[in-house]
């Protein structure tokens, strides 16, 4: 019988871990003093809409790009009803990289005309080092980060994670069956770290910001990792998106919440906040998740949102469900994060 070649040790990608158990880290947030006279206002900050809950398609089975500004105007003005003024804009729903230059500015027209403000774009699921679309990938993250800029987005946020495998999409919650991963291999980390930097440098030179999200299975996939992909890459205008929902719906045991956030949100610069609950049984190694609205889920949004002004944190929020009526949840979800921002930035430290 043969016995199969084991993988090169040297090749392989060793992260320090930084162990924070949840009371400590619990402590560490609660201990972070708020800066006085931020200037800053719960009112004005930016709280974007998600796209989740919007196809890619019409009815009719034409694409969302295909079925032109009419089309896109109409549901963008169900936006509005909802009470939002922010939007990001999603490759999976509307590609302006892949877009005219003409087809852009219809887009800013009908943004102008509707009155939302775009707070970022993103690229999804197109990862950079794909086993067999990484080219393509990165060219088209290149055009999306010029159309970014084309339309007025301050932000790009993009990932490392893949296209859903099948059996991911035949179910509601998609997280509850294995998906793709990124290898454990160093010259795939180092190359991953070598094109960010090549995309960053380019969204530099026409003034775009570039936020990482945090995404199971992949290098972002838990918060030492992240963090020392993110200083790899080390540029300036590249920060982490903190979505730490996508990392606490795994079914099976996860660092405390708490951890994570103390390690990512100083350095993070746009979050897409969702939240999920939790039903442990370690004895019986029972794990289950669903999503919840924010103030319900495992993730405390006050703690989290305060310890990331305290550290830094100025970027926009979106609002993000999956399940039901997404778009919603998402509303009530943006009025609690206004809710929870007036109380944090007017009691400051008490």
């Known amino acids: 019988m043969e016995v199969p070649a084991l993988a090169d040790p040297t090749t392989a990608i060793t992260i320090e871990s930084v162990r924070i158990d949840r ?5 560490m947030m ?3 003093v708020m800066p006085p006279g931020s200037g800053l206002s719960a009112e004005t900050w930016p709280i974007g809409a998600a796209m989740l809950q919007f196809p890619s398609e019409t009815p009719a089975g034409v694409s969302t790009r295909e079925a032109g500004p009419v089309y896109w105007e109409r549901q963008l003005r169900r936006l509005l009803r909802e009470g939002f003024d922010t939007v990001e804009l999603p490759s999976n729903w509307l590609p302006i990289g892949d877009m005219s230059a003409s087809e852009n500015a219809s887009l ?11 707070c970022a774009t993103s690229v999804v699921r197109k990862s950079i080092i794909d086993p067999t ?35 991911q999409t035949a179910i509601p919650w998609f997280w509850t069956v ?40 992949t290098y972002l996939g838990d918060c030492d990792s992240a963090v020392a992909f993110l200083s790899d890459i080390d540029r300036d205008n590249v920060g982490l998106n903190p979505d730490l929902g996508n990392l606490i719906r795994a079914q099976a045991p996860i660092e405390p919440w708490e951890a994570m956030a103390v390690k990512v949100l100083p350095l993070s610069n746009y979050w897409h906040v969702k939240n999920y609950s939790r039903a442990e049984n370690p004895n019986s190694g029972v794990y289950l998740t669903t999503p919840t609205s924010l103030q319900a889920g495992l993730i ?6 305060r310890y990331a002004i305290a550290s830094g944190f100025r970027g926009a929020f979106l609002a993000e469900n999956y399940g039901g ?26």
């Not at 993250?141 to 490392?160: E, K």
């Not at 405390?300 to 949102?305: T, V």
């Open 325 to 350: 009526d997404g778009l919603a949840v998402s509303a009530d979800n943006a009025r609690y994060l206004r809710r929870v921002l007036d109380d944090i930035l007017t009691t400051t430290n008490a």
């Open 133 to 167: 679309d990484a080219t393509e990938n990165l060219a088209i993250t290149h055009r999306a980060i010029d159309a970014a800029a084309a339309i007025g987005s301050p932000l790009i946020c993009l990932g490392l994670h893949e296209a859903l495998f099948p059996a």
């Open 108 to 118: 800013i027209d009908v943004l102008g005309d509707v009155g939302l403000q775009v």
């Open 178 to 217: 294995q998906g793709p991963t990124n290898p454990d291999d160093r010259s795939e980390w180092d190359k991953a770290v070598r094109l960010y930097q090549e995309l960053a440098s380019h969204a530099k030179d026409v003034g775009v910001l570039i936020s990482l999200e945090l995404y199971e299975g």
């Open 23 to 27: 009371q400590s880290a619990v402590g």
């Open 300 to 305: 405390d949004y006050r703690m989290a949102i």
């Open 30 to 32: 609660n201990s972070t």
